[in-house]
């Protein structure tokens, strides 16, 4: 069974602070990474692709990638209550037909 | 921008109706998924669809099944709906391919059922 782990949280940090969201995956074969946000209530928004080691950045998002590791990673730059939602990691499934596999999510709250 | 909709934000049924969610997408895409969201056990695929007509399983098909006869829709079906398949209901799209991009999933905006 494929595996994404992540922290349920919250993660709590204030407002103006990096954000820091981990996640761990099993499938050695993966090669595609994305980070997903969800508000209450909505459907997960895609925020990040990554699918190379190192970083990548898009504004104040920059999603980290070790595939040694089997590590990714996002962090949130100069975080925002507007921030405040749950992450969602997804890796893609070796075994083909583009399947993605989801973490749990971490929820995130930026405080003012 | 990728579009994907689905027929009804809310529904409440039965317990024992048959159910039809919708999903259109407006991308070309070739591949169409089915989740539901449950609290504390994330998203779960239910089946997926790769072509049309072609259609795989996924982690829990048990109690649904699905049709897609043209590209851009697909159904996700309850036989015979029952109170433990009360959810959020979620419909995505992708291309299809090893390139990087192409299974990036875009999702539509959900639709919550209750099952009474």
């Known amino acids: 069974q494929k595996e994404v782990e992540q922290n349920s949280g919250p993660l709590s940090v204030p407002e103006g602070a990096i954000a820091s969201l981990n996640c761990t995956y099993s499938?050695?074969?993966?090669?595609?990474f994305f980070w997903y946000r969800q508000y209450s209530g909505k459907s997960p928004e895609l925020i990040m692709s990554?699918?190379?080691?190192g970083d990548k950045e898009d504004g104040r998002f920059t999603a980290q990638l070790n595939k040694a590791s089997q590590y990714v990673s996002l962090l949130i730059r100069d975080s925002q209550p507007s921030d405040s939602a749950t992450y969602l990691c997804?890796?893609?499934?070796?075994?083909?037909?583009?399947?993605?596999?989801f973490g749990a999510g971490t929820r995130l709250a930026v405080h003012p | 921008d990728v579009k994907v909709t689905q027929s009804s934000r809310y529904l409440v049924k039965r317990t024992g109706e048959k159910v039809f969610l919708e999903c259109v997408q407006d991308?070309?895409?070739?591949?169409m998924f089915w989740y539901r969201q449950d609290p504390g056990l994330g998203l779960r695929l239910i089946y997926f669809?790769?072509?049309?007509?072609?259609?795989e399983k996924g982690d829990i098909p048990e109690g649904y099944s699905v049709s897609r006869e043209k590209k851009e829709r697909f159904s996700l079906i309850l036989e015979s709906a029952s109170t433990n398949q009360t959810s959020m209901y979620l419909c995505?799209?992708?291309?299809?391919?090893?390139?990087?991009?192409?299974?990036?999933?875009?999702f539509g905006p959900g639709t919550r059922l209750t099952v009474l």
């Open positions: 499938d050695r074969g993966s090669q595609s």
């Open positions: 991308m070309d895409h070739e591949n």
């Open positions: 995505a799209s992708s291309l299809s391919g090893r390139e990087a991009g192409r299974d990036e999933q875009f």
């Open positions: 990554i699918y190379s080691n």
């Open positions: 669809s790769y072509d049309v007509k072609m259609k």
């Open positions: 997804a890796v893609g499934f070796s075994g083909g037909y583009n399947k993605l596999i």
